[in-house]
């Protein structure tokens, strides 16, 4: 059957919507969160069902077509231009229940953090979520998840227990430690190659309230402050969660004003201590002399404001990568590409520091933590096609001039540049996703953003 006819009749079986090139509607169907990304695939499928992918899938493979899943885009820039893919849009699809006895979160595919954060809070539970309420539950467990709790809980993806997902047969399965095991282990960590994942259930934590803030120095002070920030993060305990960071506030309205148009050195930290034990690991950084300071309990749900990302989509250029070390020379790198008196199109040059649970291995899927003291991660806006060389180059030399310093390995959900998915994981585990891509989808019918290839028969 011809692409064309397929794709009429499965617009015709659809609870959700299919868009085609040339409908009214076609440009706001294709948009990724990412808006410097021009997806041009020859479909958008917007589902509003399980059944609706299973017919997504099911079409795509007769048709000889492909299939990308997508909650928000917010890590759309690798994948490309999607020819010959239908784009299966689950934004859609972002139910979420929780069930407060068994401390458990059931979440549709295309949730993002906040739908669940805020259903949670609602129990006096918090989930593992990432710092920007917009992103997506699914792309970002999929791919690990370093949340504000991830040096006391571990990475988001080693608390699921089990994913609903249609396979690229069409299927509909839910999978979990009894049930296709290998799959399972595969989607914790793995990212998006395996299947497309329709619901996930994961575990939640009676945590109501944290002690979080950021405190703001001039940059003037990046080389003094980023340098006192490394040393302390060597002394504090798992419980807290911080990040070092470069900040140019662009002079935009979502900005607040007090910010917009400025440029600080930033440190920003969440910790479930009581206060006055949290006042009291933040004194030495207090002492240099921050000229704001939002440090208060808050409630857990608030957590998505404390990075202050991007309110709603944006066009952006990033990539990021993990670090073993951030001495004084790695520290001066990145003052000498972002500090006070450097001409930069980066908005941000962020560094999480990791450690604590991630360090410790638990187990739970094809990666169950993440090497490296930090994780770095460089930014800038693209609003015009012109900036992007500027962006790039910026980002690739802040990359480039912390190689001494960067670890092997590099962070699925951070990199947001095509790379070879090798470099996320050790040959093991690298060489059993290949062998879990060839069973469960030999043809190469899900296509994500960051490719596992199948190992060969
Ligand atoms: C502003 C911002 C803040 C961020 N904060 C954090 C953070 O705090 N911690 C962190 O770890 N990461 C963070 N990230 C990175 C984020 O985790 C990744 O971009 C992640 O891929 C986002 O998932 P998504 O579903 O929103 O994105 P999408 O671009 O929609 O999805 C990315 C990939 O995930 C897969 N995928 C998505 N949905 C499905 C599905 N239903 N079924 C199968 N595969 C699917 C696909 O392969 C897809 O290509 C942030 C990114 C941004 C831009």
Known sequence: MSVHKSLDLLA??????????????WDQARQAWNLAVDQQPVAVATVASVRDVQAVVTAARRAGLRVAPQSTGHNASPMGALADTILLRLSQMRGVSVDPS????????????????????????????????DVGVTGYTLGGGVSWLARSHGLAANHVLAFEVVTAYGEPRRVDQEHDP?????????????????AIEFALFPISEVYAGALFFPLEQAREVLNAWARWTDTVPAEITSIGRVVRFPAVPDVPPHLAGKSYTVVEAATTLDP?????????????GASHDTFATIPVERLD??????????????DGWLQTDLNAEAVETVVRAVGSGVDTPLLAVDLRHLGGALNSGRGGGAIDGLPGAF????????????????????????????????????????VEQP???????????????????????????????????????
């Open 375 to 414: 994780l770095g991660f460089a930014v800038g806006i693209t609003a015009r096609p012109e900036a992007i060389d500027r962006v790039r180059s910026a980002v690739t030399g802040i990359q480039d001039g912390l190689e001494p310093w960067r670890a092997p390995a590099r962070y699925l959900n951070f």
């Open 102 to 133: 068994r401390r458990v979160a059931r979440v549709e595919g295309g949730a993002q953090w906040s739908d669940v954060t805020s259903a949670a809070a609602r129990h006096g539970l918090a989930a593992l979520a990432g710092s920007s309420g």
């Open 12 to 25: 015709l079986d659809l609870d959700g919507v299919l868009t085609l090139p040339g409908d009214p509607e």
């Open 419 to 457: 790379s070879d998915a090798r470099s996320f994981y050790d040959p093991l585990t690298w060489a059993r996703l290949r062998a879990f891509k060839a069973a469960y989808d030999p043809d190469d019918l899900i296509r994500s953003n960051h490719p596992i290839p199948a190992a060969q028969a």
């Open 276 to 288: 006055v034990a949290a006042d009291d690991l933040l004194a030495p950084l207090r002492a240099l």
């Open 305 to 318: 404001q404390l990075n202050m990302d991007p309110p709603a989509p944006t066009p952006i250029y990033g």
């Open 182 to 198: 290998d799959l399972f282990w595969a989607l914790r960590g793995g990212g998006g190659s395996f299947a497309v994942v329709t």
